[in-house]
């Protein structure tokens, strides 16, 4: 194949890519507003295809087409099992990121992510759609529970609000915590404390604090960037989060301790407990297509609507992100996995049908394909099948 004709394939499965990203985050945004969108399944499969050109339209060696057949294979029994067809859609979009620029995918969340919340702003304030406020019963606290006014900006729930905020502090973070001055992070946790006064979202604002504090203690003391004690712990802190949820699920308030954690974290564990197949013991490999059920826990909920395997692998997905932070000496994607991890004890919001809600798949997409990047091996695209199997005989 000679190289105009190579580019030109490489060119288009790129622009494919773009605009499954670019479609992907705004039906997000679009999610978060009033709007009920009639066409959202379709544009799942669009971005879903247009991944798929992507992936035939990049080479690739052995190592990582084994790869993506092995978690394909994973995610396709998945769907065939609970019918939930965003298992396929994150491998399809986690494998085509190869040889996109990290940065430019998390350039483009950001912005596209302020610029669609800055829009619902707007249009909450100015009255023409979506509510600026809600006055309602928001169930904390012991019953009766009181009437409350909190600010959600056009999201539809205060909490949406102040989550789609930490969300896009992180994104900062990430990308120029290097930049960054002192100042620069009591700006982010004064914007952090400002939303709270409003949303009264003692969640996001809380782990949004931590995430905060955390990239700037690593960026200012030097040592700990490259102390192994530190990513352990950050490891060991998702593999505990994940146990305590289990415990939680299974539990429920039955437990005193946990009964008075639960009491912190408003009555998640007891909510998610009522559902029978929620409980950690009533878990199975893949989920039933029966498991439906909303609520807030979100590490009980990835393993109640998706299954043990799916649910595993997502949590090893997650150390491994931990293991290349170390390796790159990348100290915010640790404090970054902690956050997201800790903050999905509490919500949902990064287990969902919109798979852009959660960063971490960008970053899953590029670094998955690292160990075998620096092989050098033979990459071909899908369809030179032959020339590997001539490499092998060749070798014999």
């Known amino acids: 194949m000679n190289t105009d004709k190579r580019n030109k394939i490489e060119q288009t499965g790129m622009i494919c890519f773009w605009l499954a990203l670019i479609t992907e985050l705004v039906i997000v945004m679009i999610d978060k507003s009033a709007y009920i969108n009639p066409i959202e399944g379709q544009l799942f499969r669009v971005t ?10 990049t080479k690739y060696s052995r190592s990582e087409w084994l790869c993506i057949f092995l ?8 769907y065939f099992v609970n019918e939930r067809d965003e298992t396929v859609r994150i491998v399809a979009f986690v494998a085509a990121c190869k040889g996109v620029n990290l940065k430019k995918m998390l350039r483009a969340a950001l912005w596209i992510t302020l610029t669609g919340s800055v829009i619902l702003f707007a249009l909450s304030g100015l009255g023409i759609f979506g509510d600026f406020k809600i006055t309602a019963n928001f169930g904390r606290g012991e019953y009766p529970s009181i009437i409350e006014t909190r600010y959600c900006f056009g999201m539809g729930h205060p909490n949406a609000f102040q989550c789609m905020l930490f969300m896009m502090i992180t994104l ?14 009591l700006l982010l946790e004064f914007l952090n404390y400002f939303s709270y006064r409003y949303t009264d979202s003692n969640t996001g604002f809380l782990v949004c604090t931590a ?16 102390s192994r004690i530190i990513y352990l712990l950050g490891g060991l802190f998702v593999i505990g989060i994940v146990v305590f949820s ?30 029978e ?19 807030d826990a979100g590490i009980i909920k990835l393993f109640y609507w998706y299954g ?17 932070s170390f390796r790159k000496q990348d100290y915010t994607i640790v404090v970054i996995v902690a956050g997201y991890t800790l903050f999905t004890i509490m919500e949902a919001h990064l287990i969902s049908f919109y798979i852009l809600r959660n960063y971490l798949f960008i970053l899953m997409g590029f670094y998955w394909y690292q160990p075998f990047a620096k092989q050098n091996r033979f990459e071909g695209y899908f369809w030179q099948v032959r020339k590997w199997i001539n490499l092998q005989v060749k070798k014999e």
């Open 48 to 57: 879903f295809l247009l991944c798929c050109i992507k992936i035939a339209a």
């Open 71 to 78: 978690f394909g294979a994973a995610a396709f029994l998945s």
């Open 172 to 185: 900062c973070l990430y990308l120029d915590a290097e930049r960054m001055k002192w100042y620069h992070f």
């Open 211 to 226: 995430v905060i504090a955390g990239v700037a203690l690593l960026k200012y003391c030097k040592p700990l960037q490259k």
């Open 246 to 275: 289990a415990i939680g699920s299974h539990t429920g308030i039955e437990n005193e301790l946990i009964d008075r954690l639960d009491t912190i974290l408003n009555g998640r564990f007891k909510f998610a407990h009522r559902i």
């Open 277 to 295: 197949a929620a409980r950690v013991e009533n878990w199975l490999p893949f989920a039933s297509a029966a498991n439906t059920e909303y609520f």
């Open 308 to 324: 043990i395997i799916p649910g595993a692998l997502y949590v090893l997905m997650n150390l491994y992100l931990i293991y290349q």
